[in-house]
């Protein structure tokens, strides 16, 4: 076996979650092909990830959550694409569901584990 295969056989080491991502890690992160990420570029102008040289684009972590909520919009809650420009032309959250808004402080956070902490020790 040549050191070649090794290298291939071992797991990539996970990104932080503020790297920028690749096409295809875009698109293997969303399970859609790469070109569905392309098309949706045309029709959301929100979405604009980084081209480097030969057109390499590299998405960001806004980028990304934009994806995701695009994603679920379209395939989760069936929204059509005009939907889905609608709603964020609107200035419709950009958060995929689920995920915490940045307004929500630490200490509400905190406050939060601490009663499943207490309810816990209940038990």
């Given at each position: 076996?040549?050191e070649?295969?090794?290298?291939?056989?071992?797991p990539?080491?996970r990104?932080?979650?503020?790297?920028?991502?690749?096409?295809?890690?875009a698109?293997?992160?969303l399970?859609?092909?790469?070109?569905?990420?392309?098309?949706?570029?045309?029709?959301?102008?929100?979405?604009?990830?980084?081209?480097?040289?030969?057109?390499?684009?590299?998405?960001?972590?806004?980028?990304?959550a934009?994806?995701?909520?695009i994603s679920?919009?379209?395939?989760?809650?069936?929204?059509t694409i005009?939907?889905?420009?609608r709603?964020?032309g609107?200035?419709e959250?950009?958060?995929?569901?689920?995920?915490?808004?940045?307004e929500?402080?630490?200490?509400?956070?905190?406050?939060?584990?601490?009663?499943?902490a207490m309810?816990?020790?209940r038990?």
């Open positions: 076996m040549t070649d295969a090794d290298l291939e056989d071992r990539r080491p990104k932080s979650a503020l790297a920028f991502r690749t096409i295809s890690e698109a293997e992160q399970n859609v092909p790469q070109h569905v990420l392309r098309f949706w570029e045309t029709k959301f102008p929100q979405l604009k990830p980084l081209k480097r040289g030969g057109g390499r684009r590299y998405y960001r972590p806004e980028d990304l934009l994806l995701k909520r679920d919009l379209l395939y989760t809650q069936g929204y005009k939907g889905v420009q709603l964020l609107e200035g959250p950009e958060l995929p569901l689920g995920e915490p808004s940045e929500r402080g630490l200490a509400e956070l905190l406050a939060e584990l601490d009663a499943i309810t816990l020790r038990l």
